[in-house]
Nanobody
Framework: QVQLAESGGGLVQAGGSLRLSCVASGTTFSRYSLGWFRQAPGKEREFVAAISRSGGTTYVATTVKGRFSISRDNAKNTVYLQMNSLKPEDTAVYYC?????????????????WGQGTQVTVSS
């Protein structure tokens, strides 16, 4: 069983930056590939970024490419989402997720474990 806990959300002005963190417990962290997803009010949960088990491969949605990046520290059981040049349309609850397997994957249905989410609000 994997427990995930996100942190680092908050209110930021457009153009600003935030770094989200997600700490995993209850498992061998390095066995899992990881992803970040987000969900705005009235919308479906959407893919943001994913990282492979080793950290050697990352995959970022086109909507955030060039602004967001994902990384992981297996020694700290933590995955990060660095968000720069934030826009009001980035406002959402951000979730981290884990799946057994090596590859970075963008499909929400393949992830078995989810955190509780952290709110990110970008003001214009």
């Amino acid at each position: 069983q994997v427990q995930l806990a996100e942190s680092g959300g908050g209110l930021v002005q457009a153009g600003g930056s935030l770094r989200l963190s997600c700490v995993a417990s209850g498992t061998t962290f390095s066995r899992y590939s990881l992803g970040w997803f987000r969900q705005a009010p009235g919308k479906e949960r959407e893919f943001v970024a994913a990282i492979s088990r080793s950290g050697g491969t990352t995959y970022v949605a086109t909507t955030v490419k060039g602004r967001f990046s994902i990384s992981r520290d297996n020694a700290k059981n933590t995955v990060y989402l660095q968000m720069n040049s934030l826009k009001p349309e980035d406002t959402a609850v951000y979730y981290c997720a884990a799946r057994p397997g090596a590859q970075a994957v963008n499909f929400v249905g393949t992830y078995d474990y989810w955190g509780q989410g952290t709110q990110v609000t970008v003001s214009s």
